[in-house]
């Protein structure tokens, strides 16, 4: 699937109209010749070339991998739950990496249906949640069972991982160095470097937490040959962007990374900005 297409047209649209500038997509070098190391986009921005790079991070280490075994073991247990438990408010919390590689995960999800069934009609209702430890679960799960406040519910979640901000900031790290690696070549022939910095975990991730991981590693890796960095929150449909590097120019010292949110406040959702009424 080609995600970075969208983001990348819809990233153009989105600055033309903040800028008021032409912004269009002249080629796709990585798509157009694949394996030669080419950007992912081309553009023009008022009479200009850029060489544009698109990238993904993720809230923490292995976080992907970790997700789809979360969803393979543990997602099943909210129906399940929900079922058997009409009239409760059930949070089901887990670890992040609890799930181990190396085990069947339909046992481990069988078992964990049939323990946190049994477990749950024995365990009292109240506000603090209980640590249970159920047969051939490799983890521990903290559920708690209380009263609805607004109408009966059950869901289930992870608890943050030690270090996910430390895992954030070696994510960006890694962004500035491969992509002043890859765009190199274009800065030497005077265009403007561009990075996008994608994220969709609307749970563990938002626009203060990324830039702030981004700043920290730019001071750890200067990112002095990436003319420009956004922020890309795929959380928002459609998706928001925010300059987090402006030539010398980063965040938090960037009032533009303001003035992005404020313009696309009504831009997308028709708000007044202060001063226009």
Not at 17 to 26: H, K, M, Q, W
Not at 57 to 78: G, H, L, N, T, W
């Amino acid at each position: 699937m080609d995600r970075e297409g969208p983001t990348i047209l819809q990233f153009c649209s989105r600055v033309s109209e903040i800028e008021r500038l032409e912004v269009e997509v002249l080629s796709r070098p990585d798509r157009e010749s694949p394996g030669r190391g080419g950007c992912d986009a081309i553009i023009l921005r008022a009479g200009r070339k850029c060489a544009l790079e698109h990238t993904t991070v993720d809230a923490y280490s292995d976080q992907r991998s970790d997700s789809a075994r979360f969803r393979k073991v543990v997602v099943p247990i909210e129906k399940a739950l929900s079922a058997a438990f009409p009239d409760e408010c059930i949070e089901v919390v887990v670890p992040s990496h609890a799930i181990p590689v190396g085990m069947n995960w339909d046992d481990i999800g069988q078992a964990l249906r049939v323990g946190l069934l049994k477990e749950v009609r024995q365990l009292p209702r109240h506000e603090r949640p209980a640590t249970l430890v159920v047969s051939g679960v490799p983890f521990p799960v903290s559920v708690t069972k209380r009263a609805p406040a607004y109408g009966p519910e059950c869901f289930v979640g992870r608890s943050l991982p030690e270090g996910r901000d430390e895992d954030l900031v070696g994510e960006m790290e890694r962004v500035i160095r491969d992509k002043t690696e890859q765009l190199a070549p274009y800065r030497r022939d005077g265009m403007i470097t561009i990075v996008l910095i994608e994220w969709d975990d609307i749970a563990l991730l938002d626009r203060v937490l990324v830039a702030e991981g981004f700043a920290e590693a730019s001071r750890r890796v200067p990112p002095d040959a990436l003319d420009e960095v956004y922020l890309a929150d795929a959380t928002r449909k459609p998706i928001w962007f925010y300059p987090v590097k402006l030539g010398h120019r980063r965040y938090p010292d960037l009032p533009d990374f303001r003035r992005y949110f404020d313009a696309q406040c009504h831009l997308v959702r028709g708000w007044d900005l202060p001063g226009t009424t």
